[in-house]
């Protein structure tokens, strides 16, 4: 029932992950790319993600 709501929210957090992520300075399709090829990016897109508190509520 709200599983599209649901998507759409994981989706944006994604891309938000992404785009704070600033060590590869690309395009947010060739990060979510780079980062699907190697864990080692996703772990600093992932740790990107958590390391500013100002935008975790």
Same mark, same amino acid.
């Given at each position: 029932?709200?599983? &599209?709501?649901?998507?759409?929210? $994981?989706?944006?957090?994604?891309?938000?992950?992404?785009?704070?992520?600033?060590?590869?300075?690309?395009?947010?399709?060739?990060?979510?790319?780079?980062?699907?090829?190697?864990?080692?990016?996703?772990?600093?897109?992932?740790?990107?993600? $958590?390391?500013? &508190?100002?935008? $975790? &509520?």
């Amino acid at each position: 029932m709200h599983s &599209p709501q649901n998507f759409a929210l $994981l989706r944006r957090i994604a891309l938000n992950a992404l785009e704070r992520e600033s060590s590869f300075r690309r395009s947010i399709r060739q990060k979510s790319r780079r980062a699907a090829m190697s864990d080692r990016y996703m772990l600093s897109v992932l740790a990107a993600a $958590l390391s500013n &508190p100002n935008h $975790l &509520p």
